[in-house]
């Protein structure tokens, strides 16, 4: 278990000694809340926002987690979301629900009072975003079942009978 959770962490400890340009080992970590970490990763809601209709309704498939690996990787290294615009929809899929389910973790800690997430102490502020895609949404296990919402775009692109306009 241990070296998988290594294996997970490995880009955001990467990214942060390029950012601190020294080892993990010598910073104390600070533990966010819930709260903190929410605070940091809601600058996503608007990257999202353009796509979120598009996107939900496409069914979650993990063949394209390698790829929502990679563009996290992009954005934290400077590119931010706009190497995104270009993504498949199969892939800001895997984004938007490895997002929210980040946010409803973060939240459930907060809630029963538990810390959420080691951070370097002195990790500079404008980079807590990208420390925190990477820490918390790479590689990432999905706590909790994927709703299936792919049945939706049908149902959103043709309103009902008694909506539509004669």
Do not use: C
């Not at 563009?71 to 899929?93: K, N, S």
């Amino acid at each position: 278990m241990k070296e998988n959770r290594e294996h997970r962490f490995a880009a955001a400890k990467e990214f942060a000694e390029q950012v601190l340009g020294e080892p993990l080992e010598r910073r104390q970590p600070i533990f966010f809340g819930g709260l903190q970490a929410v605070h940091h990763l809601w600058p996503l809601v608007d990257v999202f926002r353009p796509v979120f209709h598009r996107v939900r309704s496409v069914r979650y498939d993990a063949a394209h987690e390698e790829a929502a690996d990679e563009a996290i990787r992009q954005f934290a290294y400077g590119a931010g979301a706009d190497e995104w615009r270009e993504l498949p929809p199969a892939v800001w899929r895997v984004l938007l629900e490895r997002f929210t389910q980040t946010m409803l973790m973060a939240l459930a800690n907060e809630h029963a009072g538990n810390p959420f997430t080691p951070v370097p102490s002195g990790f500079p502020e404008d980079q807590l975003l990208p420390f925190l895609m990477l820490s918390q949404m790479t590689r990432m296990s999905l706590p909790f079942e994927v709703q299936d919402e792919s049945a939706l775009g049908a149902v959103l692109s043709q309103p009902p009978a008694s909506l539509r306009r004669s």
